[in-house]
């Protein structure tokens, strides 16, 4: 399949949320790291029938490679698809291919109280370094506004929001940059 330019299928995260059936799901997150994701059912049995020709060993495995082969594709189709079309509707400002922010890891599962909490390593592959930033902004607010001054009500609720994610992204940069200058100082001047 080939794939928009700019775009790369992200690593899933794999996670069971706890439900009755024991469903498992593989999570795609935005690589811009705004925090969206695309989520999938991994546990689903295959939409299409096994057809085998040739009983023979051989051919039961090539059989079953090509079905894993077409699942496979139809997959990456919609993870795709879904992503392209939130970096359209998210993300049409700046080319997709441009890394923006450091890459979030959420390690922990649904159901833990931590699980909105973000953690972004040292760029240096060989250090172990970390920090954990929990993505929760807060509670969200509500106004109440007339008609004619709906304008201005949603511009304030918009740049509350806009200077909320843009502290969260300056605390988070700025405790990378300050590991970098302390424990790697050849680099810190490379660019996140």
Not at 118 to 144: E, I, Q, Y
Request: with cysteine; proline share 10%; charged share 20%.
């Amino acid at each position: 399949m080939t794939q928009p330019v700019g775009f790369e299928m992200p690593a899933p995260e794999l996670y069971r949320p706890g439900g009755p059936l024991g469903e498992s799901y593989a999570r795609y997150r935005c690589p811009a790291g705004c925090g969206w994701s695309h989520d999938e059912r991994t546990d689903v049995s295959p939409t299409t029938p096994l057809t085998v020709r040739d009983l023979t060993a051989e051919g039961v495995a090539a059989a079953v490679t090509a079905l894993a082969g077409q699942r496979q594709r139809e997959l990456q189709k919609r993870v795709m698809y879904a992503l392209a079309q939130h970096m359209l509707a998210e993300h049409l400002d700046r080319p997709a291919d441009v890394p923006v922010r450091p890459k979030a890891e959420f390690p922990y599962l649904p159901g833990d109280p931590r699980f909105r909490v973000a953690r972004f390593r040292c760029p240096h592959t060989s250090c172990d370094w970390s920090c954990d930033a929990d993505t929760n902004l807060g509670p969200p607010t509500m106004k109440v506004a007339p008609g004619e001054s709906l304008d201005d009500a949603q511009s304030e609720m918009i740049s509350r929001n806009e200077a909320l994610v843009a502290t969260f992204w300056a605390t988070v940069e700025g405790a990378i940059a300050k590991h970098l200058a302390d424990a790697h100082p050849q680099n810190a001047a490379a660019p996140l």
